[in-house]
């Protein structure tokens, strides 16, 4: 941390600055569960006051400085393949806007590095996470019982296995990404507080209530990932026994299920949604075939993929691909993708090493890691609510890379 001046209208301007720089990413946050509208003026607020805040200190984003080479490497190429995509693209007007996107995640990426690095003021943000957390599930809770969330009056939607939860989000499967991210966090805290009555009695009911949430947003591929998730992160953590118990209980809930949530039959008795992915993915991966190192441009796949769509299928017309890496492929390259893939799995490994200075990053990594694996069948990667948490949480995991303990560390 870069120290204020010892002037004291100086360290009254810092101490401004550096506050205001915390509640607007605390507002940006709270916007990802709530608003677009809010999320926009979190974003604003944000880069603002942390521009401010750089220009004080005089020295630059020391998150960025203190990344590992080749996290700047992968990362660097993998945006300037993005950006360069628009010189190629297809649908130029879609590219541009895609460019401003990226940008901005970006951004918002190292603005959450550079503002919870602080242990401080990480601590504080996390307290500020459970207790929006905590108003997003009581707000879930209700729209299970009366159907319609408090916060924004959305009605849950209907399926044969039952209601299926949004909470304050307009799709349940944005609810299901938003928990993969937030219950490892739980998880994290609940340890923390485990001999401490009664913080760890609230701990267990706030966790116990997520994975409730989880179950009824009755999202197939979030549960699937959340369990991967975890049995990679016992793995991890050399919990074999606990892997144990949770194959075992994994089965016996698998048993349990209602048959209406394990299969969901189409109209010609098919697994809907195996057969809609199948077809997603192939057109995709035509997509890609035909354009393989370049893509079709950044952000063009929504108007782009009919015209390389070789099966035509009527089950899933003007969707996107339901795979993000497939779909920045065909967007962006292979090339692009895999860039893209190996600052991820590069920040996953320190995030998840840099558990010796912090069992906090550990669980960060956590929930990085289930979103990612979401992504492998879903739209998260492309969603406008869901990639700003995911960008955040890499922000978060990033803010443990450029904390005082490990920078110290590596010197």
Sequence with gaps: MVKASQNPESSKLFSFLDQAFLVSLCLLWAGVSFSLALVSIGTVLTLLFWGARMYFQKQGCSAFK???????????????????????????????????????????????????????????????????????????????????????????????????????????????AYLLLVIPVLVGIFIRFLKKFPYNLVALVILLLSGFMLYVTRCRGAMLAFLLGTFIFLILKRQLKVMGFLVFFSAVGLFLLPSSMKIHYDKERKEQSLVERHDLWERALDVIRAKPLLGTGINTYAVAHQKYDRNKSWRVQNYYAHNGYLQMAAETGIPCALFFLAFLSLLLKYVLRGASYSTDSFYVGWGILNFMLMALVDTILHNSVTIVAFYFFLGLGLSFLNSPSHTDQRT
């Design 66 to 176: 203190t990344m590992p080479r080749e996290l700047k490497f992968s990362l660097g190429i993998f945006l300037a393949l993005s950006l360069a995509s628009v010189f190629w693209s297809e649908f130029p007007k879609q590219s541009v806007q895609g460019i401003f996107k990226i940008i901005r995640w970006t951004l918002i990426m190292f603005a959450t590095a550079d503002g919870l690095s602080d242990t401080k003021h990480r601590r504080h943000f996390l307290i500020v996470l459970i207790s929006w957390h905590t108003i997003i599930i009581l707000n879930g809770l209700y729209q299970y019982g009366f159907h319609t969330d408090l916060l924004r009056h959305i009605a849950a939607e209907d399926s044969e296995s039952g209601i299926r939860v949004t909470s304050s989000f307009k799709v349940y499967g944005l609810f299901a």
